[in-house]
């Protein structure tokens, strides 16, 4: 079946690098992708989504790679710190539908002070 | 704003049970969601609702019901709790779909049931 996977369950980094945090999909019907953070306790937070018409979107300290010929999703994060540590979840629109959203399992993002 | 709120935090139930998770969001969001999350299994959607009046399943809706009463509440039912639906559940909200934009999460009901 489709699904979105993530290649590193685990991302151990150093304050102030640069972090990124990779995703495949398979299903290439999909066309709206979003990155979520998790922190300890708490339930998803938005933190950046890109269209499938785009390969690359910006926010602040974030950004999103969509390379749709190999059904990869990245996220960078620059200059981690400290309070970056979470789980971070991507999911797509399963296939297109405008109501359902398949995730990922998760990566979890140390950072070392 | 509260944005999304779920009630309670915290929940122990027996086999056998029922009750009623709660949620609620003040932003007048047409789209609402339950997803529950479990230990290596990402979220996976139990059900969602579109708007007042229309539910409908998601990927994992056996053993639960909904309903959508009112655009501000969508209480996620349990009939019969079974050891198998110790989760996290959480609820989730968007103006239109959940697969066109954002959607905003409330913090979680953690569920046992022994």
């Known amino acids: 079946g489709e699904s979105v996977g993530l290649h590193l369950p685990t991302l151990s980094v150093q304050e102030g690098d640069n972090s990124i945090i990779n995703c495949a999909y398979s299903?290439?019907?999909?066309?709206?992708f979003i990155w979520y953070k998790q922190e300890s306790g708490k339930g998803p937070q938005f933190i950046i989504d890109i269209r499938s018409n785009m390969d690359k979107r910006q926010g602040q300290r974030v950004t999103v790679l969509l390379n749709k010929t190999v059904k990869h999703l990245s996220l960078q994060i620059a200059a981690t710190q400290p309070g970056d540590s979470a789980v971070y979840f991507c999911a797509e629109n399963s296939g297109g539908s405008n109501y359902k959203l398949t995730f990922g399992k998760g990566t979890l993002l140390t950072v070392n002070p | 704003n509260a944005g999304v709120t779920q009630t309670p935090k915290f929940q122990v139930l027996k086999t056998g049970q029922s009750m009623t998770l709660q949620c609620a969001q003040d932003m007048n969001h047409e789209y609402m969601s339950w997803y529950r999350q479990d230990p290596g299994m990402g979220l996976r959607l139990i059900h969602y609702s579109v708007g007042a009046g229309i539910t409908d399943q998601g990927e994992v809706p056996n053993g639960y019901n909904v309903s959508r009463s009112t655009t501000e509440d969508f209480p996620l039912r349990l009939l019969s709790a079974a050891p198998s639906q110790t989760s996290v559940y959480f609820c989730?909200?968007?103006?239109?779909?959940?697969?066109?934009?954002?959607?905003?999460f409330g913090p979680g009901t953690r569920l046992t049931v022994l």
């Open positions: 989730a909200s968007s103006w239109q779909g959940g697969g066109t934009d954002t959607q905003y």
């Open positions: 299903n290439s019907a999909s066309d709206y």
